[in-house]
T-cell receptor
Framework: DGGITQSPKYLFRKEGQNVTLSCEQNLNHDAMYWYRQDPGQGLRLIYY???????QKGDIAEGYSVSREKKESFPLTVTSAQKNPTAFYLC?????????????FGSGTRLTVV | DQQVKQNSPSLSVQEGRISILNCDYTNSMFDYFLWYKKYPAEGPTFLIS?????DKNEDGRFTVFLNKSAKHLSLHIVPSQPGDSAVYFCAASVGGSQGNLIFGKGTKLSVKP
């Protein structure tokens, strides 16, 4: 079955550490996205990539970094510069073309700073 | 400045009745609108969409209405079922295939048996 896989489901990080969240898709989708969800805040865009080896900052990119070396993979690194990293992180992908079916989302990673 | 607004954080409805979830937007350039459903600790799942050239789209129990002059869209669920209990996000896009989705903050729907 095609889909998006995010791992791990739960992640704990000590203050000052960088952590990387994995996102892999086998849908042959061109575009991939990272969103952050906080209670009462909806989904906020961190980074997105329309094609391999290219990515753009979203609304809240500070303290995060990404890479897009393969079409299937779009890992997100939460750096120590991110002041409030505890949140639910969602990865999504979209086939090039019209937004008829929107994005396909992964099941998310809950990151907690301890 | 929030471009997509869901002003009701929560909604409670009796099973079998109609649920109406509302969404307002400020950007008149939005040309595509979508609704997503999200359960706790899961990713959102696509529910229904509508293009700005239409004013209504129907899929089973779900109907989305778009009022461009009022910059308002709504999702109707008839009849509501307990399994519909979830957070519903409204999303909008500018620029067709290249546009990124902008999400509202969500409305938590509770359908009571």
């Amino acid at each position: 079955d095609g889909g998006i896989t995010q791992s791990p489901k739960y992640l704990f990080r000590k203050e000052g550490q960088n952590v990387t969240l994995s996102c892999e898709q086998n849908l042959n989708h061109d575009a991939m996205y990272w969103y952050r969800q906080d209670p009462g805040q909806g989904l906020r865009l961190i980074y997105y990539s329309q094609i391999v080896n290219d990515f753009q900052k979203g609304d809240i990119a500070e303290g995060y970094s990404v890479s897009r070396e393969k079409k299937e993979s779009f890992p997100l690194t939460v750096t120590s510069a991110q002041k409030n990293p505890t949140a639910f992180y969602l990865c999504a992908s979209k086939l090039g073309g019209r937004l008829l079916y929107g994005y396909t989302f992964g099941s998310g990673t809950r990151l907690t700073v301890v | 400045d929030q471009q997509v607004k869901q002003n009701s954080p929560s909604l409670s409805v009796q099973e079998g009745r109609i649920s109406i979830l509302n969404c307002d937007y400020t950007n008149s350039m939005f040309d595509y609108f979508l609704w997503y459903k999200k359960y706790p600790a899961e990713g959102p799942t696509f529910l229904i969409s509508i293009s700005s050239i239409k004013d209504k789209n129907e899929d089973g129990r779900f109907t989305v209405f778009l009022n461009k002059s009022a910059k308002h869209l709504s999702l109707h669920i008839v009849p509501s079922q307990p399994g519909d209990s979830a957070v519903y996000f409204c999303a909008a896009s500018v620029g067709g295939s290249q546009g990124n989705l902008i999400f509202g903050k969500g409305t938590k729907l509770s359908v009571k048996p």
